[in-house]
């Protein structure tokens, strides 16, 4: 049996996918399998590419119907027979030396169940060729700073975004499995639902170690109202469980008023959701009044239903409220390291 399953998953990228799939079939680390799922039932793309290829660590799942993203993932999460898991989307690659790099990490690291790389952010051009943007998903505090950080705890920035990102993950499949996603998980936040489920330490590598694509089309939600409750559903549930303090507290407002757009209507959508308001509010200007009142006379509708986010999805929101126990760690040196994108 091999050490590490790769689930790679594509849904009618037939130009995207030779890119991710050499990624990992360069990879230093060569003891793993390979689970390729293919969303789109009537595409036979995936399979006349791994014929070409000839790879026998790689597996095609061609579905009869599709599955959506959400499954999609949640089958990734619950991860194989093998020690570790990790997945690749379609869009995204990797630099070569990632799951050898993520493997001695987590190996190394018995209290952490789930590693992540830092990724270069490429983007789409609208004639399909790609370009750099220059920009990492995480600062880097300085060149030869790559030791890995480690997260003991829930972080602030958990109120509103996650800490990992899926394009280059590594987890320990027992641990992940036992902590599954609700079925009823918005695509939007799928990462900070697995993140605040799952138990243990997280680990992030702050070299480059992978490519997260910018693409043109995307399956994730755009309008206003799902996006809201996705939102809301990690944002009330973080509050009402970790319980910020006013120091948190004012530094996530500080935080949310740099964003572009400023995302500072958000906790005005908590406290009128009934979520800590008085805790919340204090810390409000007057230009983030102003910027909620013009936001909410404009789109009424949009705020109401919004604030359905619990009997729209009560799965996610009772998982969130039953995270697993870890101890509160009140220090914000880690706060502001991540860029908000």
Not at 17 to 37: G, Y
Not at 198 to 207: A, S, V
Not at 312 to 320: F, G, M
């Amino acid at each position: 049996m091999a050490l590490v399953r790769i689930f790679l998953l594509t849904c009618r990228r037939p130009t995207l996918l030779p890119r991710a799939l050499d990624s990992l079939r360069k990879q230093t680390f060569t003891d793993w399998v390979c689970e390729l799922h293919n969303d789109a039932p009537e595409d036979d793309s995936p399979k006349r590419l791994l014929d070409k290829i000839n790879d026998p660590r790689i597996s095609l799942h061609q579905h009869s119907e599709s599955w959506g993203a959400v499954k999609s993932f949640r089958h990734a999460f619950h991860g194989g027979e093998e020690a570790f898991s990790s997945f690749l989307e379609d869009d995204n690659w990797w630099e070569p030396e990632f799951l050898e790099s993520a493997l001695k990490t987590l190996q190394s690291n018995p209290d952490a169940n789930l590693v992540w790389a830092n990724l270069h952010i490429w983007r789409e051009n609208p004639d399909h060729s790609w370009c750099p943007t220059g920009r990492t998903i995480w600062k880097q505090s300085s060149e030869d700073d790559d030791s890995p950080r480690v997260f003991r705890s829930f972080q602030p920035i958990q109120c509103f975004d996650a800490l990992h990102s899926n394009g280059a993950t590594l987890f320990r499949s027992n641990i992940s499995r036992a902590a599954p996603i609700p079925e009823d998980t918005p695509l939007a936040i799928i990462e900070c639902v697995r993140e605040r489920l799952l138990p243990g330490n997280l680990i992030l590598l702050p070299k480059p170690l992978g490519y997260f694509a910018v693409t043109l089309n995307t399956a994730r939600p755009t309008d206003r109202e799902s996006w809201l409750r996705s939102q809301l559903l990690c944002a009330a549930s973080y509050q009402l469980t970790i319980r910020p303090g006013k120091e948190e507290l004012a530094t996530t407002w500080a935080t949310l008023r740099e964003q572009h757009p400023p995302g500072t209507n958000l906790l005005f959508h908590v406290a009128l959701a009934g979520v800590r308001p008085w805790a919340l509010l204090r810390h409000a200007k007057g230009i983030d009044w102003i910027r909620f009142l013009r936001g909410f006379l404009f789109r009424p509708l949009t705020s109401i239903r919004g604030l359905r986010f619990r009997t729209k999805h009560p799965k996610t929101w009772e998982a969130l409220l039953s995270p697993p126990p870890r101890a509160k760690e009140t220090s914000l040196s880690q706060y502001l390291y991540k860029k908000v994108l």
